[in-house]
């Protein structure tokens, strides 16, 4: 599949985003860092959700069950329409314990896939790190910055769909130069019925 | 004609509430949007009663008065769109498609990123293109 422009361009904002966020304006503070970043992603979620079910309505115009009827329905959007809007590809896996707890795994989550955990980039962006053990450290928590801000508009767009919801990310295994890399979203909802 | 049109978000909150009439009855239309709140949650919350129309994001007339009638829609984000007409004679594909484009002028609003989600929705060209689309209601009904 080819490549954008856009979508570099949609990378690099991020990517700045976040270093500007962990780097410039909390440094020492990265808890602070990711719930701004996180709350960024929450607001992108809810105006794409908006409008991602507008998109759905048109081009299900005829069939006559755009509404959703419960949080699975919900959640199905997000894997399947939402994520291809964003991602260009739908969610690889997704489960759920049916007591509120959805996991949706992505095999090759697009954002991170120019991410590598090359130790010496790790060092060259934060002060010098003599040890390899410390580089790799900070090489998953720089990744797991990044997972706050689609873990924000999973939120976002979840709770703009009356679903109150926590979102959490994690990594399976670290992308060693290979392109495979696969991220977890958990999902917990928030039942209120 | 279309005397009224309302937003009111997910917690019955009211995002844009607009009346289209000379006369000193906007207190009334408001009350009549109000009233018209209950009848949604009563079709969504019992949905048996509406049989065929389950789910669809267009709930159709929710109750005539003696002046008006009252239509409705739902999105999924739970987002609530009412319109007052004085109209007693209305086709429903004129509604229908009043409520599509007026639901695409509301997503053009919110995606707009000085938009706070959950307040009042203040953008003047949001305003204008609804009342192009009111307008264009009125010729429709009409030819």
């Known amino acids: 599949m080819g490549r954008e422009v856009s979508e570099s361009c949609v990378d690099s904002v991020i990517i700045e985003m976040v270093s500007a966020y962990c780097n410039r304006f909390y440094v020492n503070k990265p808890d602070l860092a990711a719930r701004r970043i996180e709350a960024i992603g929450y607001q992108v979620g809810l105006q794409l959700s908006e409008s991602y079910t507008r998109i759905l309505l048109v081009a299900r115009y005829t069939m006559e069950r755009p509404r959703f009827s419960d949080h699975l329905e919900a959640i199905k959007f997000i894997c399947k329409d939402f994520w291809s809007e964003l991602f ?70 979840l709770s703009n769909l009356g679903i109150p919801c926590a979102v959490s990310a994690d990594i399976s295994n670290l992308p060693a130069c290979e392109l495979q890399l696969s991220v977890c979203f958990s999902i917990t909802c928030m039942i209120t019925r | 004609m279309i005397v009224c049109v309302a937003v009111v978000g997910h917690q019955n909150n009211p995002l844009y509430l607009q ?64 319109f007052v007409t004085t109209d007693l004679d209305v086709r429903d594909a004129d509604v229908r498609n009043f409520f599509r484009r007026f639901h695409s002028a509301y997503v053009d609003a919110v995606s707009n990123p000085f938009h706070v989600p959950g307040k009042k929705i203040t953008s003047r060209t949001f305003a204008e293109r609804v009342s192009t689309i009111v307008k264009s209601f009125g010729m429709s009904a009409a030819a």
Request: with cysteine; glycine share 4%.
């Open chain 1, 88 to 157: 260009k590809k739908q969610i690889d896996n997704l489960k759920t314990n049916h007591r509120g707890t959805f996991v949706l795994q992505d095999n090759r989550f697009r954002w991170l896939t120019r991410m590598s955990s090359d130790p010496s980039t790790a060092n060259t962006d934060s002060s010098q790190d003599p040890s390899v053990a410390t580089a790799e450290n900070k090489s998953t928590q720089a990744t797991s910055m990044h997972l706050y801000f689609p873990c924000g508009i999973i939120r976002g767009a």
């Open chain 2, 19 to 82: 009346s289209f009439t000379e006369a000193d009855d906007e207190l009334k239309l408001h009350h009549i949007v109000q009233c018209s709140l209950d009848v949604i949650d009563e079709r969504v919350n019992n949905p048996k009663k509406t049989g065929p129309t389950l789910n669809e994001t267009f709930l159709g007339l929710l109750y005539p008065t003696e002046n008006y009638k009252v239509y409705g829609y739902l999105t999924n984000t739970k987002v609530k769109f009412i």
